[in-house]
């Protein structure tokens, strides 16, 4: 394909009635460099250089082929995954490359064009530059993972056997993902055709439940015949953020979602004959007095959908409250009802259907008394092991802001039902609640707790640079917490909304005094400080919460939650998946427990794994510390005989030379770069898991040391840019000294301790300099990349010499490596090819040639028989008329128009036959020579 001049060859694009829908870009398993890394990297090239090649692209697949994954044209490296099922029933085992895997169940036809009709959204979201007050507006292109997928065809399939519709043709049944069945729990299969009852879609926090009910909705809008779609939610700020994500996908669901004001509004919009998708907290639904609410509509083609949809206000159950007058005052007892009886007042003949993060409780009638059983399951285990969500660390922190046992013990004790909100309960309950946030809330423990976040935030953010959440038992708390934290650390305040570096996301009233009011925030605000959150480039990097924000909320980079607030069950489920999004390369997410909620953990995950989760949602930081100090001495072990403990103690200038007999050292290893660069990776992630944990803290100098010789190690690279994947690895920040961060590390020639050479002559006192130098694995390094830099330089103008340059580096690197060649016979090798590189421009020169005429006469002279005939005279005046010949007929679309081209290899022709050019080897050099034509025309037309 040719735009712009710039011909590119995609390896494989798939048609669909002539549209190219998707681009494949494979490399080979066998070659230890070209890796799906690269193969990503060759996307991110082709959309630069061809763009309009992704016009009608649906996605793109990357494959070294074994692996394999899929993303949309705005896709980031970690956003592309593997399709992990064949036939939608099982996962395809392991002896499967992913390739094939993907190519049965992704690039299958129907799945192919249902995943480009259905599954595909594209949100907008809005950036405003606070300087400028620019608003940039970009566009998110996302695309349904395996689990999404057949998921959301489930349960399409199993909410039209819910409403007792017939369609004339059903999802297949080789649609359904792996049974709920196959987890213990019941599914929807053995329910009756229209018994209203949809079922229950179980998706861990951070796989994208939300997107999965939008993709729902556009089919179902399609598959019941313009139905009226309710989607439900318990809270204001839950509702506002599933809202957004609706909003931005109206093209699928084929209108525009509204939200509800109030209980008139939500009349008015239910009393309608057919369509809409509408927003709503299940509160809406309550009588204003009586305990029956009125009938909005008894249509079949209504579906409710309710997000989180295990909570125990969807139940039946009559329970006897306080009624109050309109001061507060208890004036007698009344009944009222679970909100799930009046909706179903409301809306008799509706069709019900959930959407969870956490798993239905044992206990828990009410449930699958209104939804029905599980549809589809997709636990932590899954979601970890497809790098759709990253591992979560637990880590205690109690006794550094001491609690006393009479805390503990409140802890404890506290109701299972108590929620802050709800102080009514008992009055016992409520002395609990108020002794036990007296207790948290005191101004000393406040203190310890706003120190030991600055510390260790300080020290999280060393080694991985992302956001942080803080969660408080009451507002009071958050207020003081805030105003601790400033007082140590004055410069992350600001009062604009739109800077600082610590805000309070929580509402208050006028009676809450001056101090938690100053903290309110509207609901624009929120959004504002919600967009800072989410963008990592932000300054906004902690925000102290109360019940905002820690369910749905989704900002990837955030890494650390600070839990100072008693939680239990679901509530606390939720709150620890704000950190296992997956962000650029972040290893995992970390809790910070100040309260000793362990064993309340411990108990939600119990009844997590009950109710068929497989794998542990957290993982206690021991873990990543027992796993970082085994790569620990891994890498050390890599050392063994190499005194690499003197380096601490050195000065700068030891230090350096250090580096670089580290860096001969690892290179004289049997597979050493590519081993220690490997294990170095996977330890510094342990670590920035284990920091600031105190034996993290011991071997930081350690891991600084190690981290040091792999960023020297990256340097010489096999594509011959110098660059680590800077795309890849991000967050993991080098902990190294100061004094070793400077430009002269990062250089090649000056951290080898080379004075750095004129590039375009490769001088003969270099190459004696490169041979003399004692490191003789560094040496090699640093002249294979010199080498392939020249070579890569002169490929652009002249095709044969700088092919034939390659093989002959190639070859001599392969012998290297193979044991035939020592480190300095292979040096040898490599001046005799740098000379080569020498002598090519000065043969040129010698000639009286310009380039592009020596490239002429390098493809003329580039056989035997041609040599004999003709003399060099001869030779030299023909590359001279070729070049001329073919700058006049250079024309910027040339390579478009394929008569220009023909034009050309007629001239080329012509030319060669008037010189009598060898007839033997007549076809194969106009081939030859039209290649070096082609070159020419491009590198004319590019300037």
Do not use: C
Request: hydrophobic content about 40%; proline content about 3%; cysteine-free.
């Amino acid at each position: 394909m040719v735009e712009d001049g710039v011909n590119k060859r995609p390896d494989v694009i798939l048609f669909v009635n002539g549209i190219p829908l998707v681009v494949i870009e494979l490399k080979n398993a066998a070659d230890e460099n070209a890796t799906i890394k690269s193969a990503f990297r060759q996307i991110e090239t082709y959309k630069a250089v061809i763009p309009s090649l992704f016009t009608y692209n649906a996605f793109t697949i990357i494959t070294d082929g074994l692996e394999a994954r899929a993303g949309t044209l705005s896709s980031g490296m970690s956003r592309f995954m593997a399709w992990k099922s064949a036939d939608g029933k099982e996962e395809a085992s392991h002896l499967v490359s992913q390739m094939e895997t993907l190519i049965n169940g992704m690039l299958k036809k129907e799945t192919l064009l249902d995943l480009v009709r259905h599954f595909i959204v594209f949100e907008k979201s809005k950036k405003e530059d606070a300087k400028t007050g620019v608003t940039t507006i970009s566009t998110v292109k996302k695309l349904a993972a395996y689990h999404q997928y057949y998921a959301v065809n489930r349960a399409v399939e199993s909410a039209m056997r819910a409403t007792g519709y017939t369609v004339e043709r059903e999802t297949p049944t080789s649609m359904v993902m792996e049974s709920p069945e196959s987890y213990g729990v019941a599914g929807v299969k053995s329910q009756p055709k229209g018994d209203r009852k949809g079922g229950v879609v179980w998706h861990t926090q951070g796989s994208g439940k939300s997107l999965s009910m939008v993709f729902f909705t556009g089919k179902i809008v399609l598959a019941l015949d313009n139905p009226t779609v309710v989607v439900i939610t318990d809270r204001n700020d839950l509702d506002d953020q599933l809202f957004d994500t609706f909003a931005s996908s109206t093209q699928l669901l084929r209108q525009e979602p509204k939200q509800i004001e109030n209980r008139n509004d939500l009349k008015e919009k239910l009393k309608v004959a057919s369509g809409g998708v509408i927003f709503t907290t299940i509160q809406k639904f309550s009588p204003e007095e009586g305990n029956v609410y009125e009938t909005l509509s008894a249509r079949e083609n209504i579906v409710v959908i309710a997000d989180e949809a295990h909570r125990t206000q969807y139940g039946f159950k009559a329970k006897t409250v306080d009624d109050k007058d309109e001061h507060g005052n208890v004036i007698g007892k009344k009944t009222v009802y679970g909100f799930a009886k009046y909706m179903r007042d409301a809306l008799p003949n509706a069709t019900y259907i959930g959407f969870t993060g956490t798993p239905i409780e044992n206990t828990d009638v009410n449930t699958p008394a209104v939804f029905g059983n599980y549809i589809d399951v997709y636990d932590i285990a899954q979601a970890v092991e497809d790098g759709a969500t990253v591992r979560i660390y637990y880590e205690s922190r109690l006794a550094k802001v001491n609690l006393n046992e009479e805390g503990k013990k409140l802890v404890e004790e506290l109701d299972d039902e108590l929620d802050g909100e709800e102080l009514t309960e008992t009055q016992k309950a409520k002395a609990k609640w108020t002794q036990l946030e007296a207790l948290i809330g005191s101004e000393n423990r406040i203190k310890n707790v706003a120190n030991d976040i600055i510390q260790h935030f300080g020290q999280r953010q060393e080694v991985f640079e992302g956001k942080g959440m803080i969660v408080a038992m009451s507002r009071r708390i958050a207020a003081n917490l805030y105003a601790e934290i400033i007082k140590l650390k004055p410069e992350w305040h600001s009062d604009d909304l739109d800077k600082g570096d610590i805000k309070v996301v929580m509402t208050s009233s006028s009676s809450d005094g001056p101090k938690i009011a100053k903290h309110h925030t509207t609901k624009q605000q929120r959004r504002t400080l919600a967009d800072r959150m989410k963008d990592p480039d932000d300054e906004l990097k902690l925000v102290i919460v109360r019940d905002m924000w820690l369910t749905g909320f989704d900002a990837p980079s955030m890494h650390t939650l600070y839990i100072d607030k008693p939680m239990k069950g679901h509530n606390l489920m939720q709150a620890i998946a704000r950190v296992n999004r997956v962000y650029k390369d972040k290893p995992g997410g970390l809790v910070v427990d100040y309260l000793g909620i362990a064993s309340d953990l411990k108990k939600a995950l119990s009844f997590y794994s009950d109710a068929g989760g497989k794998g542990d949602p957290t993982i206690a930081q021991d873990q990543a510390v027992e796993l970082m100090l085994e790569k620990l001495e891994v890498v050390s072990q890599m050392y063994s005989g190499f005194p690499y403990e003197d380096y601490f103690q050195a000065e700068t200038g030891q230090k350096l030379s250090m580096i670089l007999a580290a860096e001969e050292h690892i290179l004289g290893l049997e597979d050493g770069k590519k081993r220690y660069i490997n294990e170095v990776t996977a330890l510094s992630k342990a670590f920035a898991i284990a920091v600031p944990h105190e034996q993290a803290m011991d071997v930081k100098d350690e891991v600084s040391f190690f981290q040091a010789v792999k960023a020297r190690l990256a340097k010489f690279d096999g594509t011959g840019s110098g660059r680590t994947d800077e795309e890849i690895e991000t967050t993991i920040r080098q902990v190294i000294d100061q004094a070793l961060v400077s430009e002269q590390v990062i250089d090649v020639f000056d951290a080898a301790g080379i004075k750095k050479p004129d590039i375009s002559i490769l001088s003969e006192d270099f190459l004696m300099e490169l041979k003399g130098m004692e490191h003789k694995n560094v040496a090699l390094e640093v002249l294979k990349k010199l080498l392939n830099d020249e070579i890569k330089a002169r490929s652009k103008k002249n095709l044969v010499k700088s092919k034939s340059l390659k093989e002959m580096l190639e070859n001599s690197i392969k012998k290297y490596h193979n044991k035939i060649l020592t480190a300095a016979e292979v040096m040898d090798e490599l001046i005799k090819l740098s000379k080569e590189i020498v002598n090519m421009d000065s043969e040129a020169k010698k000639l009286g040639l310009t380039d592009f005429e020596y490239a002429f006469y390098t493809a003329v002279s580039n056989n035997d028989s041609a040599k004999q005939l003709m003399q060099q005279d001869k030779l030299r005046e023909l590359a001279v008329i070729l070049t001329e010949r073919v700058k006049q007929n250079a024309s910027i679309d040339w390579t478009i128009k394929e008569s220009v081209r023909a034009k050309l290899k007629v001239i080329i022709k012509r030319t060669l036959r008037q010189y009598g050019y060898p007839p033997d080897m007549q076809k194969l050099a106009t081939e030859t020579v039209l290649k070096q034509a082609e070159m020419i025309v491009k590198e004319l037309t590019a300037t």
